[in-house]
């Protein structure tokens, strides 16, 4: 035989309920919290990632540009219009992570995001971004970042170096 559950039984019972709801709301909003953030530090590292891999191709069309300039290998990728990627592949070895290589009538919302190709048709290197957030570009459809190979001065002389730059203005936030 089981015994009467008392009032002061019900109520403690009561009480119990009501705290591992508040328990679980506390729960649900720092996990909120941390997926925020975590999304910020994802965003906030692709934007690092691709800012360190332009300033490598700019580093890579310096040196091509100015100290390999006799080399015939070098100077055939060394010119305005061409494939940054190539010139960085030439002068290092190594490519851009996500590189799909030169292609020709390309939609990029058909690229998956966070890859690197070269348009031949726009002369131009594009990125297709993973995160869009925090990032402004004059271009419509998917977020994505097209850099061009050009010479770097005014002048028309042909021993100016030729810079990696953006086709488009963009601007891309920190994230808090």
């Given at each position: 035989?089981?015994?009467?559950?008392?009032?002061?039984?019900?109520?403690?019972?009561?009480?119990?309920?009501?705290?591992?709801?508040?328990?679980?709301?506390?729960?649900?909003?720092?996990?909120?919290?941390?997926?925020?953030?975590?999304r910020?530090?994802?965003?906030?590292?692709?934007?690092?990632?691709?800012?360190?891999?332009?300033?490598?191709?700019?580093?890579?069309?310096?040196?091509?540009?100015?100290?390999?300039?006799?080399?015939?290998?070098?100077?055939?990728?060394?010119?305005?219009?061409?494939?940054p990627?190539?010139?960085?592949?030439?002068?290092?070895?190594?490519?851009?992570?996500?590189?799909?290589?030169?292609?020709?009538?390309?939609?990029?919302?058909?690229?998956?995001?966070?890859?690197?190709?070269?348009?031949?048709?726009?002369?131009?290197?594009?990125?297709?971004?993973?995160?869009?957030?925090?990032?402004?570009?004059?271009?419509s459809?998917?977020?994505?970042?097209?850099?061009?190979?050009?010479?770097?001065?005014?002048?028309?002389?042909?021993d100016?170096?030729?810079?990696?730059e953006?086709?488009?203005?963009?601007?891309?936030?920190?994230?808090?």
């Open positions: 035989m089981s015994k009467p559950k008392s009032p002061l039984h019900h109520k403690r019972w009561t009480l119990r309920l009501f705290e591992w709801g508040v328990l679980t709301c506390i729960i649900l909003i720092l996990v909120g919290v941390f997926l925020h953030k975590a910020s530090l994802q965003a906030e590292a692709e934007r690092l990632n691709v800012q360190a891999t332009i300033d490598n191709m700019r580093a890579a069309a310096l040196l091509a540009s100015v100290l390999h300039k006799d080399n015939e290998a070098v100077r055939f990728h060394v010119r305005p219009g061409g494939n990627a190539k010139l960085l592949k030439a002068e290092t070895g190594l490519e851009p992570d996500g590189y799909l290589g030169e292609m020709d009538d390309v939609d990029p919302a058909e690229i998956a995001a966070g890859k690197w190709y070269f348009d031949r048709e726009q002369r131009a290197l594009i990125y297709r971004l993973r995160s869009a957030e925090g990032f402004r570009s004059s271009l459809g998917p977020a994505r970042i097209r850099l061009c190979l050009n010479k770097g001065g005014t002048t028309t002389a042909n100016v170096p030729l810079v990696v953006p086709c488009e203005k963009y601007e891309w936030a920190q994230l808090d």
